[in-house]
């Protein structure tokens, strides 16, 4: 009965989520309640969420200074010398067009957020791409698939948080041993890039553009702005440096270092007060939504948890894999995640079927962060999904339709996946044994 209610409590969810009659936070709130309600769990309901919002905090806290730190970075034209640097090197050749929207992709991604990724290299690169004749559609693949590299498998881009925040786990014992897989995916999509314009290099060939003199392509594709400080640049990216060798050797709690990294990126970049307070309400809409989300997600969590609906699922579902497959559970859930984060919004995946997947492997040894890094490892698929806003952004940047854009894409996402899925295994991230 337990877990026909449990099962019963994620189609609604994901019902709702997927036909967008509620919106992911409020259905992550009332959907738990309500069935906690029907299943005679009410006593209980304020300890159930106040464990799962203490659970979820520290994620909530990494996420919101994560965003907030390379908001301030990016505002500051921490990648405009990079910018400038790819654009002059890259000039009118495919090929190198190609790898520069790979390499300045995966770096403008680290902030975690589509929106900016493929807003800042759609800005940066498209002018290029349409002056020579290239395909915009090899900018989208590229930007996608740096995207679902760089923010899908690190801890404060939105899947990882998801998962770290719904099995409360902590962020740096998921990623520290993802770091390799990640690099390796980057150098994929570097490769990659490399095949695309080595194609875009036969169909339109190669052109010299001027880049000297009030004609120079590089101001006009780059411009200026009030709020950039290029004087700081190479401080900005010792300060990013600084940050992320500190969260790889543990030095303290991922949050406390983006707090700490924020702080310092704001009073550096801008010293008085009404500048602070402009550009931390510049980017206070997108963090506070995804915060809210976490939250959210904690009292989904902690009802779905403290009701043992999630125990009673785990059960039925282990029940029902065969006894050999236990071994291969952290394998099975990187490749179904592929099609399930493709036709499920990441909400309904990773607060609805992640927690299920987690204590089912949990009866074969297996641990809840091996599964927290398996479920991250389709993303590349799931941003083809026109269930993802960001997607639809990049689709109408490159001014081509969504059908298109998977058609272009799918054999990339799917090769990208696997082998990242590789990688994750050579490298030990994920074991066949546990």
Not at 219 to 240: F, M, Q, S, Y
């Amino acid at each position: 009965m337990l877990a026909l209610l449990g099962l019963a409590m994620v189609v609604v969810f994901t019902v709702l989520i997927m036909t967008k009659r509620l919106s992911p936070i409020v259905a992550l709130t009332v959907v738990p309640i309500v069935f906690a309600l029907i299943g005679g769990f009410g006593g209980g309901l304020g300890k159930m969420m106040l464990d799962g919002l203490k659970m979820v905090a520290p994620s909530a806290a990494l996420l919101l200074f994560a965003i907030l730190f390379f908001g301030i970075l990016i505002d500051a034209g921490l990648f405009d010398p990079l910018i400038r640097r790819i654009l002059k090197v890259v000039n009118g050749d495919p090929v190198k067009i190609a790898m520069g929207t790979a390499l300045l992709s995966l770096l403008v991604a680290l902030d975690g957020d589509g929106t900016t990724t493929y807003m800042i290299t759609c800005a940066a690169m498209l002018p290029l791409y349409r002056r020579i004749g290239m395909n915009p559609m090899v900018l989208a693949i590229l930007a996608m698939l740096s995207l679902s590299i760089m923010s899908g498998l690190s801890p404060w881009g939105g899947p990882a948080t998801r998962a770290i925040a719904v099995l409360g786990l902590d962020a740096g014992e998921f990623f520290v041993p993802l770091l390799p897989t990640v690099i390796g995916g980057a150098v994929w999509v570097v490769f990659t890039a490399w095949m695309l314009g080595r194609g875009e290099r036969k169909r339109v060939g190669s052109v010299v553009l001027q880049s000297g003199g009030s004609n120079c392509y590089i101001e006009e594709i780059l411009g200026d702005g009030t709020h950039k400080r290029p004087r700081l640049a190479w401080l900005n990216l010792l300060l990013v440096a600084a940050v992320m060798v500190a969260l790889v050797m543990g030095v303290m709690h991922s949050a406390v270092l983006f707090l700490i990294g924020f702080v310092v990126a704001l009073m550096i970049n801008y010293p008085y007060l009404e500048q602070q307070k402009e550009r931390v309400l510049a980017h206070a809409g997108n963090a506070m939504t995804v915060v809210l989300l976490v939250f959210s997600a904690g009292v989904f969590a902690g009802i779905f948890s403290g009701t043992k609906m999630v125990d009673a699922l785990a059960q039925g579902l282990v029940d029902m894999i065969p006894p050999e497959w236990g071994t291969l559970f952290p394998l099975v859930v990187a490749i179904t995640s592929m099609p399930l984060t493709f036709v499920l919004s990441n909400d309904a995946y990773y607060f609805g079927v992640v927690p299920i997947l987690a204590n089912a492997a949990a009866a074969y040894g297996i641990d809840s962060l091996e599964i927290a890094r398996a479920s991250v490892l389709g993303q590349p698929v799931h941003l083809m999904s026109p269930l993802v806003a960001s997607t639809l952004l990049l689709v109408g940047m490159v001014d081509r339709d969504i059908g298109e854009f998977q058609k272009a894409t799918f054999k990339w996402a799917v090769l990208t996946s696997l082998v990242i899925t590789a990688l994750a295994l050579v490298t030990g991230a994920l074991t066949f044994i546990a």
